[in-house]
């Protein structure tokens, strides 16, 4: 059984930044491919970022393109998500999931989930 942990959300004015973290166990985390997705209230979880199994391929939505950062650490079994110039319509609940072999950008592309971290922007 995988399980996955994020850790790192928070309070934080618009133009700051936060590090999101998603600790992964119970599985060999170097074969997994993670994304990040959020979830503003009322409104769909949606796409973040995503990574390959060896941090070789990223992907992100447009939305957060230059300005977040999605890595992992095949040695400590974690990946994280780096996030600059936050925008209060970056407030949601992030999530970090996993799956093999694809990497899809939908959530029910992904068999594992986290239970969420909770990010607000105030302006």
């Known amino acids: 059984q995988v399980q996955l942990v994020e850790s790192g959300g928070g309070l934080v004015q618009a133009g700051g930044s936060l590090r999101l973290s998603c600790a992964v166990s119970?599985?060999?985390?170097?074969?997994?491919?993670m994304g990040w997705f959020r979830q503003a209230p009322g409104k769909e979880r949606e796409f973040v970022a995503a990574?390959?199994?060896?941090?070789?391929?990223?992907f992100y939505a447009d939305s957060v393109k230059g300005r977040f950062t999605i890595s992992r650490d095949n040695a400590k079994n974690t990946a994280a998500l780096q996030m600059n110039s936050l925008k209060p319509e970056d407030t949601a609940v992030y999530y970090c999931?996993?799956?093999?072999?694809?990497?899809?950008?939908?959530?029910?592309?992904?068999?594992?989930w986290g239970q969420g971290t909770q990010v607000a922007v105030s302006s």
């Open positions: 990574i390959s199994w060896s941090g070789a391929s990223t």
């Open positions: 119970g599985s060999t985390f170097s074969s997994y491919n």
């Open positions: 999931a996993a799956r093999r072999q694809l990497i899809p950008t939908t959530p029910s592309g992904y068999h594992y």
